[in-house]
């Protein structure tokens, strides 16, 4: 299974940038799959940031509720993560994940979102 995701960069703080992450290779129904994202600042833990379910109900970090809305486009086996109001804190790599109806986890590259002051 490959999930790729893009859409990082650099953005000033109060921007907004929207990740994706195509999710393809797998013998499973895509849409059937929970999907999320998660996030990793330098030295600290990797987290999670918000997540869906293959029935499109969607959890968030209380860190990023308002501000970033999850997504998933089950024709184009993508999942999107739009965040506004972006804070410097919010620099980090961020992954997409995906779990199979059998539980099993499967992870993106990661995309470099940095937030300057």
């Known amino acids: 299974v490959q999930l790729q995701a893009s859409g990082g960069g650099l953005v000033q703080a109060g921007g907004s940038l929207r990740l994706s992450c195509a999710v393809s290779?797998?013998?499973?129904?895509?849409?059937?799959?929970?999907l999320a994202w998660y996030r990793q600042a330098p030295g600290k833990q990797r987290e999670l940031v918000a997540g869906?379910?293959?029935?499109?109900?969607?959890d968030y970090a209380d860190s990023v509720k308002g501000r970033f809305t999850i997504s998933r486009d089950n024709a184009k086996n993508t999942v999107y993560l739009q965040m506004n109001s972006l804070k410097p804190e919010d620099t980090a790599v961020y992954y997409c994940?995906?779990?199979?109806?059998?539980?099993?986890?499967?992870w993106g590259q990661g995309t470099q979102v940095t937030v300057s002051s």
């Open positions: 869906i379910t293959s029935d499109g109900r969607t």
């Open positions: 290779g797998t013998i499973f129904s895509v849409n059937d799959m929970g």
């Open positions: 994940a995906a779990r199979s109806i059998v539980g099993q986890d499967y």
